[in-house]
Nanobody, 118 residues
Framework: QVHLVESGGGLVQPGGSLRLSCAAS????????MGWYRQAPGKQQRELVATITREDSTNYADSVKGRFTISKDNAENTVSLQMTSLKPEDTGVYYCNARTAVPVYDYWGQGTQVTVSS
């Protein structure tokens, strides 16, 4: 069991930046991967934004490549998402995710709202 707590969301103008952080209650090294997902307004599904594996391999949604950067601090048990050049379509609730490999299981935070609007 692990608790994930996100922070750093808010209202930002188009072109602006935000940094999201996710604090885990236990060592994140035990997880195969950590990541960020978002749920856009009016959509039921969460979509992948970015993931980072235990070995620090990263993966990004095409829509955020070159604008977002995911990173983690194993010593502090945190995962961050640096978001730049934000667009209105980046608006949504951003969820932190931790995934175990065997068996495959997903842990989720409660989410943090990001609104990009002028």
């Amino acid at each position: 069991q692990v608790h994930l707590v996100e922070s750093g969301g808010g209202l930002v103008q188009p072109g602006g930046s935000l940094r999201l952080s996710c604090a885990a209650s236990r060592s994140i090294f035990r997880f195969n991967a950590m990541g960020w997902y978002r749920q856009a307004p009016g959509k039921q599904q969460r979509e992948l934004v970015a993931t980072i594996t235990r070995e620090d391999s990263t993966n990004y949604a095409d829509s955020v490549k070159g604008r977002f950067t995911i990173s983690k601090d194993n010593a502090e048990n945190t995962v961050s998402l640096q978001m730049t050049s934000l667009k209105p379509e980046d608006t949504g609730v951003y969820y932190c995710n931790a995934r175990t490999a065997v068996p495959v299981y997903d842990y989720w935070g409660q989410g943090t709202q990001v609104t990009v609007s002028s």
